[in-house]
C-alpha cells in the first residue's frame, strides 16, 4: 500500500479533529510574492524550503520521556520507584498516543528515501509545482509559481490525498469586489494556533525532555522559519498590518513582510479590485 493510501485510511477517522492539522508542515527559509491586481488577475511565486514534522519521532520521543518520568506518592510530596502495574498504564497510554500519531500521517518514515520521494513527486504532478527536492530531516525545497484569475478562494500549499487544514497563504474573495489576504503558516505560533496546539502537546508529552527545544517537535526544531513575504498590487489597499505601509512599485503599490522566529502575527491585507 502506497504511502498516500495509507495516510488516507489513518486520518479518515480523524479527518474531524483539530490535531488533523496543517501544522505537521511549515515554511523553513523561503522567499514568497503575491501578485494580485485590481482585474483579479493573480500570480504567486514561493521559493524555499517546506518542512515536514516527524509525528512518527514525536512519539517515539514522547514515549521514552514518559518512561522516564519518575512516580509519585498519591499526594504528590515523594518521588519513588513506579510499581509494575504503572509501568503497563503508562506503556498502553504511550502506545495509544503513538497509534494516534502515526495513524496522522500513515506512520511515514522521514528518514526512507523511496516515501519521501513519493511525497515530491506527488507535488511535482500538481500545476505550479515546478521542482520539489527532498533534502533530508523532513525538508524539502520547492520551485512553486501559479498564475490565474481569481474567480474563487486560493491555498498555498495543498497536497493531493492529504488533509490540511491550515495553510501558508490564503485569499478569500468577498461580495464587494474585495479578497482578504492572509499568510497565518508565517507566523510561527501565534498566527497558527494549530501549530501551537500541536507544539504544546508534544512539549506538555515530553516536558522537554526528550525534544531538547522546549517541546518543539524534532524536524521543526531544526528548521527556523525565516524569509519574506510580499504582496504587489495595483488595486486599493484598504487595510494591512505591515510596520511601514505600503511602498511605491512600477506595478502599482507593494506590502513587504520579513519573517522570522519572533514573528508574532501573520500577515494580513485587504485588496479592493475594480471590478
Known amino acids: 500500500m502506497t504511502f498516500f493510501k495509507r495516510f488516507a485510511a489513518g486520518t479518515a477517522l480523524l479527518a474531524s479533529s483539530a490535531l488533523l492539522s496543517g501544522c505537521l508542515f511549515q515554511p523553513g527559509t523561503f522567499d514568497a510574492t503575491l501578485h494580485i491586481n485590481a482585474d483579479r488577475q493573480f500570480a504567486f511565486t514561493y521559493q524555499g524550503e517546506i518542512v515536514m514534522g516527524g509525528l512518527s519521532d514525536m512519539a517515539e520521543l514522547a514515549q521514552e520521556a514518559e518512561e522516564a518520568k519518575p512516580c509519585h506518592n498519591d499526594d504528590g510530596s515523594k518521588e519513588r520507584p513506579c510499581t509494575q502495574e504503572e509501568l503497563a498504564e503508562r506503556a498502553q497510554e504511550a502506545e495509544m498516543q503513538r497509534r494516534m500519531m502515526e495513524g496522522m500521517i500513515g506512520g511515514v518514515d522521514m528518514s526512507d528515501e523511496e516515501e519521501m520521494a513519493q511525497i515530491a513527486a506527488m507535488l511535482e504532478r500538481q500545476a505550479g509545482w515546478n521542482s520539489v527536492e527532498f533534502a533530508g530531516e523532513g525538508v524539502f525545497v520547492v520551485d512553486y509559481s501559479i498564475t490565474s484569475t481569481l474567480g474563487h478562494d486560493y491555498d498555498f500549499p495543498t497536497f493531493e490525498d492529504m488533509p490540511m487544514s491550515n495553510a501558508f497563504v490564503s485569499i478569500r474573495?468577498?461580495?464587494?469586489?474585495?479578497?482578504?489576504?492572509?499568510?497565518?503558516?508565517?507566523?510561527?505560533?501565534?498566527?497558527?494556533?494549530?501549530?501551537?496546539?500541536?507544539?504544546?502537546?508534544?512539549?506538555?508529552?515530553?516536558?522537554?525532555?526528550?525534544?531538547?527545544?522546549?517541546?518543539?517537535?524534532?524536524?521543526?526544531?531544526?528548521?527556523?522559519?525565516?524569509?519574506?513575504?510580499?504582496?504587489?498590487?495595483?488595486?486599493?489597499?484598504?487595510?494591512?498590518?505591515t510596520d511601514e505601509g505600503p511602498v511605491a512599485d512600477p506595478r502599482g503599490e507593494m506590502l513587504v513582510w520579513n519573517i522570522d522566529a519572533g514573528t508574532a502575527a501573520p500577515p494580513t491585507a485587504l485588496i479592493e479590485f475594480t471590478r
Request: charged content about 15%; overall charge neutral; cysteine-free.
Open 173 to 241: 474573495l468577498r461580495d464587494d469586489a474585495r479578497a482578504r489576504i492572509s499568510a497565518p503558516g508565517f507566523a510561527p505560533t501565534a498566527g497558527n494556533p494549530m501549530a501551537a496546539m500541536m507544539t504544546g502537546m508534544f512539549g506538555a508529552m515530553t516536558q522537554g525532555e526528550a525534544s531538547g527545544e522546549g517541546g518543539q517537535p524534532p524536524a521543526l526544531q531544526q528548521r527556523p522559519m525565516e524569509g519574506t513575504f510580499r504582496i504587489v498590487t495595483d488595486g486599493r489597499i484598504l487595510a494591512n498590518n
